[in-house]
């Protein structure tokens, strides 16, 4: 059994392939690797130049936000709602000549609300998708302006964003420096998190190395590169492996979780016939108390996301900031695992802890 589940991706032996696939998944006339999702985004908006406003989802990550604060950008946001496995989006179809972004939650097309994206494409306004949730899934679907992903969500490697522009070519003024030796702490943490999750050491240093490396990124994101370590990766990784096994997984959690013990709700309740989950997002009015008992069970689950430190939520409550919990299904896990990490969820609440 493996002693730990969740948390950033240690080193892998996985199989690499000769033939890559990773040119199927870009939509688009023209793409950059970047360093992160953030750096995509900055990458986006050098290429833009002169709009001066953003709509993004009031339900997002700080990181989403940073780049456009920094490009002087001022944001404003639009409602998202989840609502009987659904996802829909409140957006005033009036909005003219600014940016807006649009992203789908999870990897699941009943979150990504197309309907609306579709209807705002025009009134010169620059539409940029993030697919950091849905890249890998058919419904990127939103015929945006341009697209970006944070890829190293995904897969073992320790750097990796994708910025693409639907049509015409990237401005060749931006940038990308080389990042080979700033991702050397994170090369190092995930063959250290191998070695422990081997048991050839059960030092847990890494997580100190892990941190750091964030927070770096936190400070410093614009104008780097993606590492050669981890482009190789990328180009030659086996997809439909990580693809059949994250469907796989997130199937086996809906099957566990549909169930009266369980007493948790999944945001969505079914996987699109071309979905692929990035996590499988559950609602939990007593997620700190949840995530600190699996934690105790060596069960590492992230949260989407902390409420954005940003002065336009400090009147916004919403729930989801609260309550989202994510379970992993990456292809690390097996339906063993899941079946595990459920049956230590239910343990939770066996053990008299209700809400
Ligand atoms: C949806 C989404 N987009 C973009 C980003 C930024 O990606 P990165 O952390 O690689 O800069 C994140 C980060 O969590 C994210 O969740």
New binding site residues.
Partial sequence: MRIEIGSEFEESENKLLKESTFDYWVKGNDYKLTF????S?DLILHDIGCYSTVYLPDY??E??ITPFIDHGFDCKFYEVKFEENNVKLSIDSNIQNSVILF?GYFGFSKLNDVNTTSKIQDQGNIIIY?A??SFFSQTQGVSADYT???L??WLPIPS??IAIKTKGLFKEDYTLNNSNEIVQTKIEAMRKKKDYLEGRNIEKGFLQDFKMFNEQ?KNS?KNLDIDHHSEMILRSYDYKKMIDQRRINAEQLLYELDHKEVNVKVLTDSIGGNDVPLFLPIEVPNRESLRTYLIKEGIYLPV??PTPNHPYFENVKKKIYRNELSIVCDQRYSCDDMRFLVQKVREYYKNGHIF
Avoid: E, Q, V
């Avoid at 992160?36 to 750096?39: C, P, V, Y």
């Fill in positions: 992160s999702g953030r750096t985004l997002c990550c990181s989403m992203m993030d950091t949730h970006l992903a944070s190293r969500k990796g964003g990124l994101y989407h996301w």
